[in-house]
Structures are given as structure tokens and as C-alpha cells.
């Protein structure tokens, strides 16, 4: 099993590009996060998806969309990227709502 | 402002050493969970712990659940360079079901 696939490793953005950010989970978990982790702060919540179709705001929110295109696939959108997005990123599933969660392998995003 | 507080930030010890890392908060779990995470890759589950009082251990790691569900702890034995890695501790919160993240614990074992 693959667990949950993350692409792309890494990236490159010039501020105002946009991009979005694939997760795929093979382990039929219901729940989906994205976090964001920067030097210092541990890991924050993006936004999350308890259930196939639906999506909550997560602590960080702002400058972020997210799509649950299935029970499988949860993306991360930036439609305008700033520098304050520079960090690595984080997707996770849980097989209910949170107990033990499953991470990828993270994305570096550097916008500059 | 982090709910959950690890102490210390970064830790450096002798391979063979124990070591001990916390996580605190003012608040109340359902439960809290320790993950390891190395260079480049994502964080890893060790465990989960429910009640309070809870002790469990995985090998050389002893972990520990406060009476009142808020705080936690992280007990290595004999340390050795495989346990170096960034050790995250998360609360699942009582009324919400989310879980918060520590900033984590830097622990290097030197050989």
C-alpha cells in the first residue's frame, strides 16, 4: 500500500502564481487534512475534510481552498501565492474522525 | 499562541543516555499521541495514549498520560542515533475532535 501520495515534492512559485497541491489516500479514510509545518511552530491546520463532501476551515485558513474530490482525493489550492506561503505542507488521513493519522511525505513550496 | 507546550526545544545527548520529553497544556484530551518525525519525510505515529495515569511502552520508549488528560510525557532509554528525529506530541480535542500539534522536540543522539 501506498498510504497517501503526495505531489509535488517540491515547488517554486513567483508571488502571485497559483498551484494546486494533490493528495491521494489508498487506506479508505474517511477524514482528510492539509497542514502547514514552519520552523518552530509545529504543524497547523489548513483546512480538513471529516466526510467525503464536506471541507472545514482549520486554524490557518486564509490565502487557502480545498477541494474533496472523492473519498480518495483531497487538494490544496493557492490561487495567489505570497512568501508568507513558503513552507512545507502536509496531508493527512485519519480512518474516522481523528484518532490515529497517516501523513505524507510532505510538499516544499518556496515562493518568492 | 501553541495549545500544547514541548520542552525542551532541543535536546543533544551521548548515545546510551536517557532523555525525557514533555508536552504541556492547560487544557483537556481525549487523547494524545507522540509521532517521530525524520528528515525530508512526514510525521510517524508511536502511539496513542486514552486514559489518564496511562503508561505505556514500546520497546525503549516509555510513554505517559497525565492524571487529568493535560499533559504528557516521553521516556527514552539508553538513547541510540536511530532515536534522533524531530518527536511531535497531539491533542484531540474533548468537544472538537481536532487535533493540535506541539512545535515539537529535536533530539540528536550522538554516536
Known amino acids: 500500500n501506498a498510504g497517501v501520495t503526495q505531489t509535488p515534492k517540491f515547488q517554486v512559485l513567483k508571488t502571485g502564481q497559483s498551484m494546486t497541491l494533490q493528495c491521494a489516500q489508498d487506506?479508505?479514510?474517511?477524514?482528510m487534512y492539509w497542514y502547514r509545518q514552519d520552523p518552530g511552530m509545529g504543524l497547523r491546520l489548513i483546512y480538513y475534510?471529516?466526510?467525503?463532501?464536506?471541507?472545514d476551515k482549520g486554524e490557518v485558513p486564509n490565502g487557502y481552498n480545498v477541494s474533496r474530490l472523492n473519498k480518495r482525493e483531497f487538494s490544496l489550492r493557492l490561487e495567489s501565492a505570497a512568501p508568507s506561503q513558503t513552507s512545507v505542507y502536509f496531508c493527512?488521513?485519519?480512518?474516522?474522525?481523528?484518532?490515529?493519522?497517516?501523513f505524507g511525505q510532505g510538499t516544499r513550496l518556496t515562493v518568492v | 499562541t501553541q495549545l500544547l507546550e514541548q520542552s525542551p526545544q532541543f535536546l543533544s545527548i551521548q548515545e546510551g543516555e536517557n532523555l525525557t520529553v514533555y508536552c504541556n497544556s492547560s487544557?483537556?484530551?481525549?487523547?494524545l499521541q507522540w509521532y517521530r518525525q525524520e528528515p525530508g519525510e512526514g510525521p510517524v505515529l508511536l502511539v496513542t495514549?486514552?486514559?489518564?495515569?496511562e503508561v505505556k511502552k514500546l520497546k525503549r520508549l516509555t510513554f505517559q498520560f497525565g492524571d487529568a488528560r493535560k499533559d504528557s510525557s516521553l521516556h527514552i532509554t539508553a538513547a541510540q542515533p536511530g532515536d534522533t528525529g524531530l518527536y511531535l506530541c497531539?491533542?484531540?480535542?474533548?468537544?472538537?475532535?481536532?487535533?493540535?500539534f506541539g512545535a515539537g522536540t529535536t533530539v540528536t543522539v550522538r554516536a
Open positions: 493527512a488521513s485519519t480512518p474516522r474522525w481523528n484518532t490515529e493519522a497517516f
Open positions: 487506506m479508505n479514510h474517511n477524514s
Open positions: 475534510s471529516a466526510s467525503e463532501g464536506t471541507t
Open positions: 487544557s483537556v484530551f481525549s487523547s
Open positions: 495514549v486514552v486514559t489518564g495515569g
Open positions: 497531539a491533542g484531540e480535542g474533548v468537544d472538537d475532535y481536532k487535533l493540535s
